[in-house]
């Protein structure tokens, strides 16, 4: 079994090298989102029913306008039974990345979608309060009431409704009267 998050920082380090960071970035965003999408060929990939050779043949073929060192790469995986652990290798890449480019990725669960002042609002506080260049995604979720929950660089703030009423429940809950 290989170490995902090692073999993720090695290809950002040889793309860093090769000066390829950004080409190498977008191409691996697309190739793990088309074999996420078809579950049979990242199992293909993995089978060892069929040899090393005839995978990275497949892969040379599926993804050719891709940087050969992204399909040296994939090869390198199959070879290793270890195709399965893609999502888990860009996941390492893209966190090598936003680290080397000072970016923190922030998640703001909302009940209904930010208006974009909100979200220029909360950018500029993030960036003020980690000195980095922060990419936010807003997704909705209901049970959140109203507020926000936050998450960004390991941290989580929650200011939600569903929160503060919880809060206040078992403030209830435990008060004598």
Known sequence: MID??????????LAGEAGKEDTLR?????????VEAQPSYMSLMDTPALGSGEKCNLIREA???????LRNFLCILCE?????TLPACKKAFDNAYDEAHAIVRATALTAIPMEDRQKEALIKKLSS??????E???????????GIRLRYGGVQLDDSIQTR???LR???AGAIV
Do not use: M
Request: with cysteine.
């Open 4 to 13: 995902a998050v090692s073999y993720g920082k090695a290809l950002y380090e």
């Open 26 to 34: 977008q191409q691996l965003s697309v190739i793990c989102q088309a």
């Open 63 to 69: 993804f050719a306008d891709a940087e050969e060192l």
């Open 80 to 84: 290793k039974r270890a195709f399965y």
């Open 129 to 134: 309060l980690t000195g980095k260049t922060v």
């Open 136 to 146: 936010l995604e807003n997704r909705i979720d209901p049970t959140v009431i109203g």
């Open 165 to 167: 009423l919880e809060t």
């Open 170 to 172: 078992k403030a209830l």
